[in-house]
């Protein structure tokens, strides 16, 4: 493409397209160079992950940062989230992980969906449910969601950008803080991302 843009005699109308396509290829390698970097630094135990943060202002802070993205899809999203609920992550990666979540839940759940999140105390762990009401995940493909680079739909992903690796980043920043992360969906029928962490004394 750059070769073409070198030419003389190219149409303006081929060069904007051009150098969109140029623009957003770059954002996207340059997004999945800083994934692979962070997920480095979980894996070495360089991330800082000591701290705590209130779930309810990251998430509503989230909401506010995506609300652009929601409305581009048609996407609700409601934060059920309590108000006296600390989780033990610092803000940045509590932000990290809850991000893309609900990246995910707005790009793939489908047009005009409704996504929920919500979290409780139980039994000595911290519970949070992100859960919508959209298209679902077919079984076959769930064990291998947190996987690095697996896409679920090749092709939707693509188009719709990211680099495949945010479902590894959640897993290895909620598995370092001690917790775990699933998630259980019907095809047609929505999904739900469950992150449980350990309560810190």
Known sequence: MVETLKHPDIEPEDRDRFLERIDRETNRLTQLVDDILFLSSLESGAANLEGSSELLPVIDSLIEKLQPQAAKFEVRIKNNAPDDLAIP??????????SNLLENAIKYS?????VDVTGLREEGRIKIMVTDDGIGIDAEHLPH???????????RSRRLGGTGLGLSIVKHVVESAGGEVKANSREGFGTELVVVLPVKT
């Not at 992550?89 to 809850?98: G, K, Q, W």
């Not at 489908?110 to 409704?114: E, P």
Request: glycine residues 8%.
């Open 89 to 98: 992550l610092p803000e940045r990666m509590a932000s990290t992980v809850f």
């Open 110 to 114: 489908g047009r005009g969906s409704h």
């Open 145 to 155: 969601i947190f996987e690095r680079f697996y896409r679920v739909d090749k092709s």
